[in-house]
């Protein structure tokens, strides 16, 4: 495992996660984070005021777009390790904001290259996310299924950040890794997600609205599958690529992931479960489905398995039995986080 790393985006819903199991593994962790106010900044200082606990924990607020602040974090970090989950989220905030997705997801992601070209970090693992897929209808999607139909622009940047890592890495030798995210949730999870929003809404006695009249699946994946995903991928060091069949050879050592539970769920099915965990009726806004979303994901493990000997396997009720325990421990004492924007 390596000694030094740096955990972009750490007072995030998977980067604050991350870098706990890290710091429990007895490694140094730098953390970087901007704070936007995307989703309520209290939720995320709660996550960094954890962190700051452990000794081995150094935070820095920073934004991905600083070019002279992400250069000098990495002329005076010496890191072993790179893993970037710092991102602009959300696929229906990418129709309101474009440039939050411009800024943070590729002139961002551009400087994070940058600082590990130029200080020869030996590994970097990057987030990517099943959006990229957007208009696949093959499923379970692989890692070799065509991904140049973005539905959306968060998706599209997701697929750039693919692009970019594998130019560098061929150009200039540095070992990368990318995951592609399947609807990750669990506790000290983002406010604008679905489960976040139902729970809540239930809770209160408010409505939820139900896109695509609830025909929708998704590859739910608990945080702590998530976690040990990342950690096992970052101690392995992706082979040099094999050129395609009549193509130019590449140096690239480069591999991407899925990440996912591949047990995809219905909308309707997700929320009965949810109805038995909280003991209440959910009363629900049946609706038409929203720009840029798709009607379903479901990842193909199968390389992640073969490679790391692990796939995500928390049943997705006890993965949501262990949020909604957190949910009411935290909001049923105080109110303070969770306000996402729109809502």
């Known amino acids: 495992m390596s000694v030094n790393v740096l955990v972009t985006g750490a007072a995030g819903f998977i980067g604050f996660h991350l870098a706990e199991r890290l710091l429990a593994d007895g490694v140094k962790v730098t953390g970087i984070d901007n704070l936007n106010d995307y989703y309520d900044v209290s939720l995320k200082q709660a996550r960094l005021d954890i962190l700051a606990r452990q000794e081995a924990f150094e935070f820095q607020k920073l934004d991905l777009s600083d070019r002279?602040?992400?250069?000098?974090?990495?002329?005076?970090?010496?890191?072993?390790?790179?893993?970037?989950?710092a991102a602009q989220a959300g696929v229906r905030y990418s129709l309101q904001n474009p440039a939050a997705y411009i800024d943070s997801n590729l002139v961002g992601f551009a400087n994070i290259l940058e600082g590990c070209r130029h200080s020869n970090v030996g590994h970097?693992?990057?987030?990517?996310?099943s959006s990229v897929y957007g208009g696949n209808t093959k499923i379970p999607f692989a890692t070799t299924d065509a991904?140049?139909?973005?539905?959306?622009?968060?998706?599209?940047?997701?697929?750039a950040n693919e692009l970019m890592a594998h130019s560098y890495s061929h150009l200039y030798g540095i070992p990368v890794t990318g995951l592609r995210f399947f609807t990750v949730y669990g506790p000290w999870g983002r406010p604008d997600m679905a489960y976040f929003k139902f729970v809540r809404a239930i809770e209160a006695g408010e409505a939820i609205d139900v896109y695509n009249y609830g025909k929708m699946k998704r590859d739910f994946t608990y945080i702590?599958?998530?976690?040990?995903?990342?950690?096992?991928?970052?101690?392995r060091l992706p082979a040099e690529?094999?050129?395609?069949e009549g193509g130019l050879p590449t140096?690239?050592?480069?591999?991407?992931?899925?990440?996912?539970?591949?047990?995809?769920?219905?909308?309707g099915e997700f929320i009965a479960m949810l109805e038995k965990l909280l003991g209440k009726t959910a009363r629900q806004n049946l609706m038409d489905v929203q720009p840029g979303d798709v009607l379903a994901t479901y990842a193909d493990v199968g390389?992640?398995?073969?490679?790391?000997?692990?796939?995500?396997?928390?049943?997705?009720e006890e993965g949501l039995s262990k949020f909604v325990d957190w949910y009411r421990t935290v909001y049923g004492r105080r109110t303070v986080y969770g306000?996402?924007?729109g809502q």
């Open 339 to 341: 306000r996402s924007r």
């Open 241 to 244: 690529a094999v050129p395609v």
């Open 124 to 129: 970097l693992v990057f987030a990517s996310s």
């Open 303 to 316: 390389d992640l398995m073969n490679d790391v000997g692990f796939s995500p396997a928390t049943p997705l």
């Open 224 to 235: 702590d599958d998530v976690v040990e995903g990342i950690v096992r991928v970052m101690q």
């Open 251 to 267: 140096k690239a050592r480069y591999k991407i992931y899925n990440l996912g539970n591949h047990r995809p769920v219905e909308l």
């Open 147 to 159: 991904v140049d139909r973005p539905v959306s622009l968060y998706a599209a940047s997701k697929k």
């Open 68 to 85: 002279q602040g992400i250069a000098k974090l990495f002329d005076e970090g010496a890191f072993d390790c790179v893993v970037n989950l």
